[in-house]
């Protein structure tokens, strides 16, 4: 090889080693971004809220296509990240200048900064196709005066519909249009457009022109449906009006629009839109109670628990919803498997309201899911001493598990056996009481008689329809036992117990196979199940 084809070759391998350099640098960097997009997601699949932010603020926005450029606007906003969800929402105009949500957040921010004089420019952009037309009117009902001459349409028309209806009235009342007002808030009860935010509306205004005869009633319903557990007087909320969230400016409007937006996606299960929406609200109205209550709701279909609890930091117990509130933490963090901190909350809870049986309840059944029986029962007990608890059925079932879980039969059965007796048509009581006797081996009859009126009750609950077939099993009646037993297992296919009584079925009834088959499924199921040396047993030896 002579110098000449030497230098030659040695030039092409230096081309080709950087142009294959480049090329791995290339993919490494959309690997990179690539990874980055796939960990955005699943955090975002699964909740994860606090890794959420760290990813999609590392994805190459410009290299994301349209609808997952979307997805990372939603998630922006629900994290309150203004200046990315601000960056997007100009991407996302770009590609589509009619663009609903980018829109509305472009309203937002202008609204609120004060920098542009046409501030309804972007509503007025919205692809009504994809959007209610009524809620951009509403909008620029509270940014604008350009439906000024459409104050009395309904009024003429004789029409209401609920989203004008609604905001017609708070617009004019804030602009001290008193009659328009009034009579747009007598068409909604009319009309009867309820919901606890439009209760929550007339209370303020009933309470503002001193009809406080009205006042009481909607005051008594909403305490009748468990909002509060403070039941605090019409007095109360005279002299301390702005817990009921009163309109009182545009800003608070167009709060009240967004909720309704927001309420208007969260009843179509489209819970990202209802989350956008109701951030949008709360940039408008920190301390909307109505919004934060809807939106933690939205938060936890999500399974966004992080932010679910959040948003109810700091929160004060006298607000009209905090029952509510104090509910949905509950539900989220037994679903988070918190129950040693919904213990301690309602405990404490407890101190600062002693009177409220709401508050005793559930501490007295979070303390007996978690074994603290003897606990539970004091509480349970109290509750019972209480002669202004009328509906005391519930509170005898209770007890009564207490302490049959903690050992105390007859105690347990005299309650159940009460709560019977006060609601003697409830199958989980008929259930509890009759499954209890199946299995002490006693009152066989009564048990069967008991279980085969829940069942007619309740003939889709899978525990209910396993207790009538095991009450038949212990009664000899195996064909009737297989019946129930199968539909049972139907029903709930990967439950241990239920295999495990249709598997003593097939071998009474010389199945021998299926019952050998039903056994094993018992510890595929549940391999730590609390029989499960028995069952090994079973499976040799059969019964």
């Given at each position: 090889?002579?110098?000449?084809?030497?230098?030659?070759?040695?030039?092409?391998?230096?081309?080709?080693?950087?142009?294959?350099?480049?090329?791995?640098?290339?993919?490494?960097?959309?690997?990179?971004?690539?990874?980055?997009?796939?960990?955005?997601?699943?955090?975002?699949?699964?909740?994860?809220?606090?890794?959420?932010?760290?990813?999609?603020?590392?994805?190459?926005?410009?290299?994301?296509?349209?609808?997952?450029?979307?997805?990372?606007?939603?998630?922006?906003?629900?994290?309150?990240?203004?200046?990315?969800?601000?960056?997007?929402?100009?991407?996302?105009?770009?590609?589509?200048?009619?663009?609903?949500?980018?829109?509305?957040?472009?309203?937002?921010?202008?609204?609120?900064?004060?920098?542009?004089?046409?501030?309804?420019?972007?509503?007025?952009?919205?692809?009504?196709?994809?959007?209610?037309?009524?809620?951009?009117?509403?909008?620029?009902?509270?940014?604008?005066?350009?439906?000024?001459?459409?104050?009395?349409?309904?009024k003429k028309d004789k029409e209401c519909i609920p989203l004008k209806c609604l905001h017609y009235a708070l617009y004019n009342l804030f602009r001290d249009n008193k009659e328009d007002g009034l009579f747009y808030l007598n068409k909604i009860k009319e009309e009867e457009f309820n919901s606890f935010r439009v209760s929550e509306i007339l209370l303020y205004n009933s309470i503002k022109n001193k009809n406080y005869l009205v006042a009481e009633n909607i005051l008594k319903d909403l305490n009748n449906q468990n909002l509060n557990f403070g039941d605090f007087n019409v007095s109360y909320y005279s002299n301390n009006v702005d817990l009921l969230n009163p309109v009182v400016s545009k800003k608070d409007g167009i709060a009240e629009a967004f909720y309704n937006i927001s309420?208007?996606?969260?009843?179509?299960?489209?819970?990202?839109?209802?989350?956008?929406?109701?951030?949008?609200?709360?940039?408008?109205?920190?301390?909307?109670?109505?919004?934060?209550?809807?939106?933690?709701?939205?938060?936890?279909?999500?399974?966004?628990?992080?932010?679910?609890?959040?948003?109810?930091?700091?929160?004060?117990?006298?607000?009209?919803?905090?029952?509510?509130?104090?509910?949905?933490?509950?539900?989220?963090?037994?679903?988070?498997?918190?129950?040693?901190?919904?213990?301690?909350?309602?405990?404490?809870?407890?101190?600062?309201?002693?009177?409220?049986?709401?508050?005793?309840?559930?501490?007295?059944?979070?303390?007996?899911?978690?074994?603290?029986?003897?606990?539970?029962?004091?509480?349970?007990?109290?509750?019972?001493?209480?002669?202004?608890?009328?509906?005391?059925?519930?509170?005898?079932?209770?007890?009564?598990?207490?302490?049959?879980?903690?050992?105390?039969?007859?105690?347990?059965?005299?309650?159940?056996?009460?709560?019977?007796?006060?609601?003697?048509?409830?199958?989980?009581?008929?259930?509890?009481?009759?499954?209890?006797?199946?299995?002490?081996?006693?009152?066989?009859?009564?048990?069967?008689?008991?279980?085969?009126?829940?069942?007619?009750?309740?003939?889709?609950?899978?525990?209910?329809?396993?207790?009538?077939?095991?009450?038949?099993?212990?009664?000899?009646?195996?064909?009737?036992?297989?019946?129930?037993?199968?539909?049972?297992?139907?029903?709930?296919?990967?439950?241990?117990?239920?295999?495990?009584?249709?598997?003593?079925?097939?071998?009474?009834?010389?199945?021998?196979?299926?019952?050998?088959?039903?056994?094993?499924?018992?510890?595929?199921?549940?391999?730590?199940?609390?029989?499960?040396?028995?069952?090994?047993?079973?499976?040799?030896?059969?019964?």
């Open positions: 090889m002579d110098l000449i084809t030497r230098i030659c070759s040695i030039l092409v391998f230096f081309f080709v080693l950087t142009f294959i350099k480049k090329e791995l640098l290339t993919k490494d960097i959309k690997s990179n971004n690539y990874g980055n997009y796939l960990s955005w997601n699943f955090a975002r699949e699964t909740g994860d809220t606090k890794s959420l932010s760290n990813f999609f603020s590392k994805i190459e926005l410009h290299n994301v296509e349209f609808d997952v450029l979307e997805e990372i606007f939603f998630e922006s906003v629900v994290l309150n990240d203004w200046n990315l969800a601000e960056q997007i929402s100009e991407k996302i105009l770009e590609k589509d200048e009619y663009n609903f949500s980018a829109n509305l957040f472009g309203f937002s921010k202008n609204f609120l900064s004060k920098k542009s004089d046409n501030v309804t420019d972007n509503l007025k952009k919205i692809d009504i196709s994809q959007f209610d037309l009524n809620f951009v009117k509403v909008l620029l009902l509270w940014s604008s005066d350009f439906e000024k001459k459409q104050d009395n349409l309904i309420s208007w996606y969260y009843t179509k299960n489209l819970y990202k839109y209802s989350a956008f929406f109701g951030e949008l609200s709360l940039r408008f109205r920190p301390n909307f109670y109505a919004m934060k209550l809807l939106l933690i709701g939205t938060y936890e279909k999500l399974n966004y628990f992080d932010l679910a609890l959040d948003k109810m930091e700091n929160l004060k117990n006298n607000n009209i919803y905090f029952f509510k509130f104090l509910k949905l933490k509950l539900s989220i963090l037994d679903q988070l498997e918190m129950n040693k901190k919904s213990i301690d909350e309602l405990s404490t809870l407890n101190n600062f309201y002693p009177k409220s049986v709401k508050i005793k309840l559930l501490l007295a059944d979070r303390l007996r899911s978690e074994k603290k029986f003897n606990d539970a029962i004091k509480f349970y007990t109290d509750i019972l001493n209480n002669e202004k608890v009328k509906q005391k059925w519930g509170i005898f079932y209770s007890r009564g598990i207490a302490y049959e879980q903690s050992g105390q039969w007859s105690k347990a059965e005299k309650d159940l056996l009460d709560a019977l007796e006060l609601n003697p048509n409830d199958p989980y009581i008929l259930n509890y009481l009759g499954y209890s006797w199946l299995d002490r081996k006693t009152n066989l009859k009564k048990a069967l008689r008991l279980l085969e009126t829940a069942v007619e009750i309740e003939p889709n609950d899978a525990y209910i329809v396993d207790s009538l077939g095991w009450a038949y099993f212990l009664s000899g009646f195996f064909d009737k036992s297989i019946f129930y037993l199968e539909k049972a297992v139907a029903l709930l296919p990967d439950d241990a117990t239920l295999n495990d009584h249709l598997g003593d079925a097939y071998w009474k009834s010389g199945r021998t196979d299926e019952a050998i088959s039903q056994w094993k499924r018992v510890l595929i199921y549940d391999p730590n199940f609390k029989k499960k040396d028995l069952i090994k047993k079973k499976i040799i030896d059969g019964l």
